[in-house]
Nanobody
């Protein structure tokens, strides 16, 4: 049974930083593309970042490019999202997602496995 467990969310002031972690189990982690998505109240879930199974290729939403960094440690079955220069509009529930390797898609429908999410709140 695949499980993805996010951690690291919280309340931070604008301009601050947070690092999210997603611990995976029940899958061959090194064979999976990993993604981060977020969903703000009243909005659809949107793509934030993704990383290929080997960690050599990454993709970012334009809204976070240059501020967020996705990385992974296959030996620890963990993917990270380092978030710097946070803005109030980054406030959302952040979700980790996984798909068997094959590109680094940016759509919700391409990822069959999801975590429960972690809340990030950025105050102005």
């Amino acid at each position: 049974q695949v499980q993805l467990v996010e951690s690291g969310g919280g309340l931070v002031q604008a301009g601050g930083s947070l690092r999210l972690s997603c611990a995976a189990s029940g899958l061959s982690f090194g064979s999976y593309t990993m993604g981060w998505f977020r969903q703000a109240p009243g909005k659809e879930r949107e793509f934030v970042a993704a990383i290929s199974w080997g960690g050599t290729t990454t993709s970012y939403a334009d809204s976070v490019k240059g501020r967020f960094t996705i990385s992974r440690e296959n030996a620890k079955n963990t993917v990270y999202l380092q978030m710097n220069s946070l803005k109030p509009e980054d406030t959302a529930v952040y979700y980790c997602a996984a798909k068997i390797r094959g590109g680094i898609p940016r759509t919700v429908y391409d990822y069959p496995y999801w975590g429960q999410g972690t809340q990030v709140t950025v105050s102005s």
